[in-house]
């Protein structure tokens, strides 16, 4: 599954992980691979868009609930987490910092 339809002109290509064996969309797993794939579209859209990238994102996830795909627009919305998380200044409250 791709994060985003064919000919989609600003947003990332990031080709996202298929199904587990028991039918759940392999994102939902958070596994460490898919983590990296939600973090490196994320990044490509920070680096695009720098302070207007959650908007874009925010627009996708529009888009695809408009379209009826439920399943890339929950991807989407993890991307925009991770957008979130790239863009912050300062770290939460009782967060540890290295």
């Known amino acids: 599954m ?8 600003n947003a990332p290509k990031v080709k996202l992980a298929g ?3 028991n039918g759940r969309p392999r994102f939902l797993e958070q596994d460490d691979d898919c983590r990296y794939r939600l973090l490196a579209a994320a990044n490509i859209l920070v680096k695009r868009h720098g302070k207007d ?3 874009v994102a ?7 609930l408009a379209a ?9 919305f ?6 979130s998380e790239l863009q912050r200044d300062k770290p939460t409250e009782g967060e540890q910092v290295n």
């Open 19 to 21: 199904r587990l064996p």
């Open 68 to 76: 009826g795909d439920l399943e890339g627009r929950a991807v989407w």
């Open 78 to 83: 993890l991307i925009l987490k991770a957008v």
């Open 53 to 55: 990238a959650a908007l």
């Open 58 to 64: 925010s627009q996708r996830i529009d888009e695809l």
């Open 2 to 9: 791709e994060a985003n339809g064919p000919g989609r002109g």
